[in-house]
């Protein structure tokens, strides 16, 4: 186990190895609206299942109070405080985006991300009227949040007729805001306003919001975030506690299958053709586990948890699956066998893992019966297993297992591990 100052030091160096994959560009062209379009406050759900027609009419509606509403100024994005939100035509996945803005009194207003409210823009001021919404927090939170952090820290506003900068990263569903260079938001989940069941979409278009005074944008720059500088981020975000459990040279402290993995450029490989269960020598309880993981097309690999040292880990204790769900040859699994589901027990949200052969970060946090699977930053699994009824049948003897050991388990196909962390509970 490594010392917290070793640990952080070797955050700093996967963060640093990550450079941006690509420079700022402009969100806006300073000119007109064009990359713009009207959207009201609506759900994409509900959008993307209207008809044809009536969506376009919808548009047709929004726009035209978009074009009565907005205006270009001097360099600048005008709103008069109604109307439709100015909304990108384009949709973003992990990105940072920065913008100025000047607001007014009274004045109350947000970024949606990904279509979805918003980072917080508002007065902040008593004759506001809106401090028993918390506007005394001041500007550049996460109102719309439930269970996740809400409001800033600190008071980060400028006062009325100066303009304010914001920098806005987004990694899956988590959230990092600066407000004149304060952070507001330093990593927090972002809640799915429209469904909060789901994590927020993997894409979607960067709107401005206004209502109830005028509001001016400009300098607005969009970033894209690849996965490796995301991975990084990840990896980084609250290191405090974690310690690397492989070294990235050999299998000291392993055990079980060691001959059908191999230790290649730092990276724990299942060999093709190869299986069996690898795991650790410790046991654990409850903790936190994160990694990098690449599948290979149609890879199928798994995270044991609470194993107890023999069996199959997915009746003997229990498995996260680590799969190449995308692959056509799984196209009728069960909804509990998608990749990150607790096999058996729990079904997973789809559709966040990369494209195949691009590193994913993982982390699995198992808390008394409780589990939470994140990937790329968006969890895709929150359940409580006690009493849960398992898919396994009677076979499934290690549900309510309360320690065991940590390992992969392998189903012959060439899916990597490397920085695999843990921090006990």
Aim: proline fraction near 5%; aromatic fraction near 10%.
């Amino acid at each position: 186990m490594r010392t917290l100052a070793s640990l952080l030091a070797f955050a700093a160096a996967m963060a640093a190895q990550a450079p941006q994959d690509a420079p700022p560009t402009p969100l806006w062209n300073g000119v007109d609206l064009a990359g713009w379009h009207g959207q009201r406050h609506e759900s994409p759900y509900k959008l993307a299942a209207m008809p044809a027609e009536a969506r376009a009419k919808l548009r047709a509606d929004d726009d035209a109070t978009m074009r009565a509403h907005w205006r270009v100024e001097n360099g600048e994005l005008v709103n008069d405080g109604e109307g439709a939100y100015l909304t990108t035509d384009r949709d973003f996945g992990d990105a940072e985006f920065e913008l100025e803005y000047k607001t007014v009194a009274k004045a109350d207003s947000g970024i949606y991300l990904r279509g979805s409210p918003q980072v917080q823009i508002w007065d902040f001021t008593e004759a506001g009227g809106k401090w028993k919404l918390g506007a005394d927090k001041g500007s550049g939170g996460l109102w719309n949040n439930e269970k996740h952090e809400r409001f800033p820290p600190r008071l980060a506003d400028k006062p009325f007729g100066e303009w304010n900068r914001l920098r806005i990263r987004q990694v899956g569903a988590r959230t990092w805001v600066w407000l004149n260079g304060l952070a507001t938001v330093d990593g927090a989940i972002m809640e799915n306003y429209w469904d909060r069941k789901l994590p927020l979409p993997r894409t979607g278009p960067l709107q401005l919001q206004t209502h109830g005074g005028e509001i001016r944008f400009r300098n607005l720059t969009v970033r894209a975030i690849g996965a490796d500088e995301a991975n990084a981020l990840l990896s980084v975000r609250a290191a405090a506690g974690f310690a690397p459990i492989f070294d990235g040279k050999g299998l000291d402290g392993w055990e079980g299958a060691l001959d059908e993995y191999e230790v290649v450029e730092g990276t724990i490989r299942c060999r093709q053709g190869k299986g069996g269960n690898l795991y650790t020598l410790e046991s654990f309880g409850d903790f936190v586990v994160r990694l990098l993981f690449r599948l290979p097309p149609g890879g199928n690999n798994g995270l044991a948890i609470r194993y107890p040292g023999s069996g199959d880990p997915a009746y003997a204790g229990i498995e996260v699956q680590v799969l190449d769900d995308t692959d056509p040859k799984y196209a009728t699994i069960k909804e509990w066998q998608a990749h990150g589901s607790v096999y058996g027990l729990a079904p997973s949200v789809r559709g966040h893992l990369r494209p195949v052969g691009e590193w994913n970060f993982e982390e699995v946090t198992v808390r008394g019966s409780r589990i939470t699977v994140e990937l790329n930053g968006s969890v895709i699994v929150d359940a409580d297993l006690k009493g849960k009824k398992s898919q396994l049948g009677d076979k499934h003897v290690g549900q309510d297992r309360t320690e065991g050991r940590f390992g992969f388990c392998g189903h012959g196909d060439p899916v990597a591990f490397r920085a695999v962390q843990v921090k006990r509970l």
